[in-house]
């Protein structure tokens, strides 16, 4: 095992075994983990203002609940076997994940490498309070030594990993970023993004930090293939229909219907959590929701090939 930290990406290798260097047909994923603390988003945020969270569980809890991650990404039960996977909210040593490293430790599990891009959050300020619909999560702690941020798990050696500042709004604590990088496939560099879109955000400066994100795409891809996956907050039917229109403009394609639910609070279900290519075919996809009590949010994932 190799564990490279930079001022912009750590990264860490955990491959014993070879695998295809240059595969024609893929298995991608996208996965929200929500930190590993589970599904209850808004269930938890009242406890935890009634002060019934019991704290002193949670390392044990997200230990948990990345090793049901791990099983879920290799068992091949709920979906096929991901070569690459790209995950949200991967915290590093923050007390609201236990202490755990996310992406360090799932990684780790799976025989993967790496590459971990943290948000970077402000110490000298205090953050704004968010809209009282999204203020059920709970918040790093100003003097919380942790981050989070985005992250890739890969079978295939990941090349000209980069961390992508996105503009942020609002509120300096609320900063997003994500993470670009390249693997081969069948000799063909293909280009991998990792994303956070804000839900804070209007999604007028959503859509801002997609085109962030298509920019830096076509300046290092060009015409070559391209996925875009993760987490973009699509949090109604016209922010759904408007993220779509405008990757599609672009020449972006998702095999998901608008309106697939890929995040669920009790009742409530959402199209957050999107897969998007150019230059590819997808061979089939789907939704795990049958993974577990992990996250809030359903992994997506998808076969593609060239």
């Keep these: 095992m190799s564990l490279m930290i930079e001022t912009d990406v750590e990264r860490g290798d955990f491959r014993q075994r070879e695998c295809a260097q240059s595969p024609q047909r893929l298995i991608v994923a996208t996965f929200n983990i929500r930190y590993a603390v589970g599904q209850r988003l808004i269930s938890g945020g009242l406890l935890r203002r009634l002060g019934l ?102 079978r295939l050696p990941l090349l000209e990993v980069e961390r992508i500042e996105l503009p942020w709004f609002e509120c300096a604590w609320r900063p997003r970023v994500a993470l670009a990088a390249q693997i081969l496939m069948e000799g063909t560099p293909a280009f991998i993004f990792c994303v956070h879109i804000d839900p804070h955000a209007a999604i007028e400066n959503r859509l801002v930090q997609h085109e962030k994100i298509l920019a ?74 049958s993974i577990g009590k992990i996250s809030d949010h359903w992994p997506v994932w998808a076969e593609v090939e060239l």
Excluded at 59 to 75: E, G, T, Y
Excluded at 87 to 106: C, M, S, W
Excluded at 261 to 272: E, F, N, Q, V, Y
């Design 53 to 154: 969270r019991r704290p002193r569980r949670r390392s044990s809890l997200v230990a948990r609940n990345i090793c049901l991650a791990a099983q879920a990404f290799s068992a091949g039960r709920h979906l096929p076997c991901p070569e690459v996977i790209a995950l949200q909210e991967a915290d590093r040593g923050t007390k609201r994940a236990g202490g755990h490293h996310i992406a360090y430790e799932l990684a780790q599990m799976l025989g993967m490498c790496y590459v971990h891009a943290a948000q970077g959050l402000p110490r000298e300020t205090a953050p704004r309070p968010k809209q009282w619909y999204l203020d059920f999560e709970e918040s790093i702690a100003v003097d919380d030594d942790g981050d989070t941020g985005v992250a890739l798990l890969s």
């Design 216 to 289: 830096e795409a076509e300046e290092r891809a060009g015409s070559r293939p391209i996925i875009i996956m993760g987490d973009f907050n699509t949090l109604s039917r016209r922010a759904c229909e408007e993220t779509r229109d405008f990757l599609e403009s672009r020449g972006y394609f998702s095999p998901q219907p608008t309106g697939t639910a890929t995040w669920r609070s009790g009742p409530i279900r959402l199209h957050t959590d999107w897969i998007f290519v150019r230059g590819l075919r997808v061979v089939r996809w789907g939704v795990a929701r």
